[in-house]
Every structure is written in structure tokens, then in C-alpha cells.
């Protein structure tokens, strides 16, 4: 336990990859209890392992008594604890509130505070070494099992792919969440579980292939806020999830999909994926149609359709693509994305560090449109700016955006999905909405 505990502090006090990869390697070379440092990662670092944990509870405590000293009994107890919770969470057992404030309670009076702050930072994910599932995996892949590293194929921009104008499917780009029904787990596209019963019991007999789709409800707006508290909540969730309906655009066998590679051609692959969701015949599974073209101007054409029909964009694949689990030069998107340039007002302290920026407070120099963000910023960025706020405080901001929304208050407006792209020193006003904002605004 204490060995485990000192190999995450030594992996947070190098920035250097092959300093972290030495450690990482060492210490499990020299690991007395290897089993409970995996079971340590995994719950760190595999998301299919959800504790559902945003925050540490609040315990009910004048004064948290840290031991200074901790024993080996100390050790002993804790290392019981978690591998108790391990167990239940392991097996999609969701602890209730009173059991995670009984656990960390239990457990930080066994550990001295920063040992206590590693546990808390691996429970709610939120530990930064640096390194992901992705490097333990290929550091450790022929010593331990491997963590869950969930991969789906993903889309670049048109200019940015390889589409064979001439030999091409379009469908629909649908106005909701990539997400992926595996071995009975929905999963989104960066590997969290999504709970959604109702889907689960209409695709139970889905045993032998994944669906790649897009669950989708009404705008991406109440999508995203559905699948969302879907995967934080869990079954328990309050929000009527069982709104969400599936839009199948792909389908491989599970063999394809643990290889994270198909040979098989997408117009091979989508007509198998028709024939599953004629077989499924539930209204809430459906296929995404797909229209042949033979012309970029074609594409283009249907692109603007879409968009008149209040759709978010198209999907473009070559007929002979494979699958491949990473973002294909085969498969591509064209979407309404818009460039602005917003004021920085204020931010908000980061959620899991309160020594970096979470979000920037952003306006536009009219008043009319104002937004909080944090999408785009890495980690160094967010330490770096709120460190130096004061210095950027008042100056622009480049961003991107999906749609002029109207905010909550009803009282004005912000941005639908916007993405911090950079600084503009060299920019004094704001660009947003002015000629753009009678086209912009959602209606």
C-alpha cells in the first residue's frame, strides 16, 4: 500500500516521459502487493470503472484528524477498504452516498493528508501524472492486465481526409452523441458507460457484433444533457433518458472491434448493420440512410439540404473503407462550425485544482452574448493563465462555436459547444453576432 501510494507521487514529480516510464516500470519490478497497484490504476485510470464520483464528500466533522505517522496496520485496513469497493464497483455496484462518506471517512483517519488526497484524486479520476491507460498499457502490457482503452473510429474535416469524390456514401450527420453498444455496455466515445436500461433490454440480443451510432433526442443541446447524466448519475438518473433513440451509421463483429480493425468495406458494413436494425424493428434504433454520390458537387448539394432540413452536417465514407479505431482519412464530416473573438471578463477556478483556470468568462463587446468555457485548454494552459490573469484579463479571445443559443435566463444569449482556439493579441474588439446574428441565433 505505501509503496503504491509513493510510486503516484513519484509519477507526479517528473513532467519528463521517460523518466515516468522508468518509474512506473521499476516500481512494479519491486512491488511487493502488484495486484492492489493494479487494481489502484484501474480505478484512476479505466473508465469503464465508473465510481461516479465528481467530488469527495462532505464529512460530517469539526476537524480532520490526518494520522501523521501511519503504520503498516494503518496500510493494512485502508488497502482492505478499497479493494472492498473495488470489488462492488467492479461489478457495476453503485455505492450509495452514505457508503463513500463511511469509506473516506475510514480511510483518512488511516492516512496522513497527502497520501489521503491520492486516494480522493484516483476515486474521482482526477489524478494528473502525466500519462494515461494508454502508456501503463504499453509499459506494463506483458506484465498485467490491461487497462480498458475504449477506441472508436472517428472523422477528420473534408479537406483533411482521403474521400474518393466518385465511390462515396453520405448519410446524415445526426445532432447528438457518438456512442457505441458493446458486449451489452453502451459506451460513449471516449470510453465512459453510458447507463441507459432501456436501450440495454432492446439490444440484449445483440451478442455477436458493436453498433456504432449516435444517440440523439431532439437537439444536441438536450442530447448531450441526457447522455451526460446518464453516464454521472447511472441508472438512477433523473432526467427521462429513456427519451434517447440510436442512430446506427456502422457495425463490425466483436473480434473486429477487440482488433480496433476491419477490412471489410463500409458498404458492406452499413448493409449488414440495415439488415441488425430491421432485425432489432424497435422504433428507437434506427438506421442512418446513406445516399450515393459520385461528385464533390454533389456532396456539397447534399450538405446544404441538410442544413435547410435543420440537420447538424453530413457524413461522407469511401464504399471501400475499413474501420480502423482511430480518426480515419476515410471517413469525414462537413458541419456548421463559426469562428468569433470574445473578451475575457472573469474565470472560474477548476473543479479538481484550485490552482488553475476551469473556465474563461467570455463576452462580446455588444453585451449580447456572453458564455463560460473551458474546452480547448490543456493543462499547462490552465495553470499558466490563471498564474498570469492578470495579464491576459480584458484581452481577446479566439474561439469556435456551433450555434447562437439563448441562455437559461432567457434574458440574452451564449454558444452552443464553444472550443477555445487562442489568444489574439493583435485583435482590440469583438467580432461576434453583429451581421451574423439574425442568421446565427437558434430559433
Not at 37 to 66: H, V, Y
Not at 289 to 298: F, G, P, R
Request: glycine share 6%; net charge negative; aromatic share 10%.
Amino acid at each position: 500500500m505505501k509503496q503504491t501510494l509513493a510510486l503516484f507521487t513519484n509519477l507526479k514529480s517528473t513532467t519528463k516521459k521517460k523518466e515516468k516510464e522508468t518509474i512506473l516500470f521499476d516500481s512494479y519490478c519491486d512491488h511487493t502487493s502488484k495486484s492492489f497497484m493494479e487494481i489502484m490504476f484501474k480505478i484512476g485510470f479505466d473508465d469503464n470503472l465508473n465510481t461516479f464520483l465528481a467530488t469527495i464528500p462532505r464529512f460530517d466533522i469539526k476537524q480532520k484528524l490526518f494520522r501523521e505517522n501511519p503504520t503498516d496496520n494503518n496500510y493494512a485496513c485502508v488497502q482492505e477498504h478499497v479493494g472492498l469497493v473495488y470489488d462492488k464497483l467492479a461489478t457495476k455496484i453503485r455505492l450509495t452516498k452514505a457508503e463513500w462518506e463511511d469509506f473516506f471517512m475510514l480511510i483518512y483517519q488511516h492516512l496522513d493528508q497527502s497520501e489521503f488526497d491520492i486516494i480522493s484524486e484516483l476515486f474521482t479520476k482526477s489524478l494528473t501524472l502525466g500519462m494515461s491507460a494508454k502508456s501503463y498499457n504499453k509499459i506494463l502490457g506483458k506484465l498485467v492486465d490491461k487497462l480498458h482503452v475504449y477506441e472508436c473510429m472517428k472523422v477528420k474535416e473534408l479537406d483533411e481526409s482521403s474521400i474518393d469524390y466518385e465511390n462515396a456514401l453520405v448519410g446524415t450527420k445526426y445532432d447528438g452523441v457518438n456512442s457505441s453498444f458493446v458486449s451489452g455496455d453502451i459506451i460513449s466515445r471516449n470510453g465512459r458507460p453510458i447507463y441507459l436500461k432501456h436501450m440495454e433490454n432492446i439490444l440484449k440480443n445483440v451478442t455477436t457484433h458493436v453498433l456504432c451510432g449516435e444517440l440523439y433526442t431532439g437537439t444536441r443541446q438536450s442530447s448531450s444533457g441526457l447522455v451526460n447524466s446518464a453516464i454521472k448519475s447511472g441508472y438512477e438518473s433523473t432526467r427521462p433518458v429513456h427519451e434517447l433513440k440510436l442512430a446506427v451509421f456502422d457495425m463490425i463483429t466483436i473480434e473486429e472491434y477487440q482488433n480496433g480493425y476491419s477490412g471489410r468495406p463500409f458498404e458492406e458494413r452499413i448493409a449488414q448493420a440495415k439488415q441488425m436494425v430491421e432485425k432489432i424493428n424497435n422504433s428507437m434504433v434506427e438506421i442512418v440512410e446513406q445516399i450515393e454520390v459520385t461528385s464533390h458537387a454533389q456532396i456539397i448539394d447534399l450538405y446544404e439540404k441538410a442544413l435547410l432540413a435543420g440537420e447538424e452536417g453530413i457524413i461522407i465514407n469511401n464504399k471501400n473503407s475499413p474501420y480502423e479505431a482511430k480518426r480515419s482519412k476515410f471517413r469525414a464530416r462537413i458541419k456548421e462550425i463559426y469562428p468569433a473573438e470574445m473578451r475575457i471578463v472573469g474565470f472560474n477556478v477548476h473543479s479538481k485544482r484550485d490552482d488553475w483556470i476551469g473556465s474563461f468568462q467570455l463576452e462580446s463587446d455588444c453585451g449580447m452574448v456572453k458564455v463560460n468555457t473551458g474546452s480547448g485548454l490543456t493543462e499547462d494552459q490552465s495553470a499558466r493563465y490563471f498564474k498570469d490573469f492578470d495579464k491576459i484579463n480584458g484581452s481577446i479571445m479566439e474561439i469556435k462555436y456551433n450555434k447562437v443559443i439563448p441562455n437559461s435566463a432567457k434574458d440574452g444569449y451564449t454558444l452552443f459547444l464553444p472550443v477555445i482556439i487562442k489568444e489574439r493579441p493583435d485583435k482590440n474588439d469583438t467580432d461576434i453576432l453583429n451581421e451574423k446574428f439574425d442568421r446565427m441565433v437558434s430559433p
